[in-house]
């Protein structure tokens, strides 16, 4: 009996000792695979945030005039708009630091 005990024992051992052999294994393969991410990310390239545009300058525009009556529509009234929509002129248009004029 007392032989038999001893043989578990063993066998309980030397499968605790196995398990503790397993988990150190993985833990060294955790460190390395964690190291190489690490490496990894950071020789990459942090994206940096877009400044928003602004407005470097401005673009003189030229708007050309209409004839009236296509200015006056369906009513026979002068006023501001319908005489700047008949006359031709310039108009200052913004220039954004992204290049896009509106």
Do not use: H
Request: net charge positive; aromatic share 8%.
């Amino acid at each position: 009996m007392k032989t038999a005990l001893q043989v578990a024992a063993g066998i309980l051992l030397a499968a605790f000792v196995i398990g503790a052999m397993r988990l150190l294994i993985f833990q060294a393969e955790l460190e390395f695979v964690t190291d190489q991410f690490r490496q990894m990310t950071a020789s990459m390239p942090v994206p940096q945030p877009k400044a928003p545009p602004s407005v470097t300058g401005y673009k003189r525009g030229w708007i050309p005039g209409r004839e009236l009556k296509n200015c006056m529509g369906n009513s026979n009234e002068l006023n501001e708009a319908v005489l700047k929509c008949g006359s031709s002129y310039y108009q200052q248009v913004p220039v954004w630091s992204d290049g896009v004029v509106v």
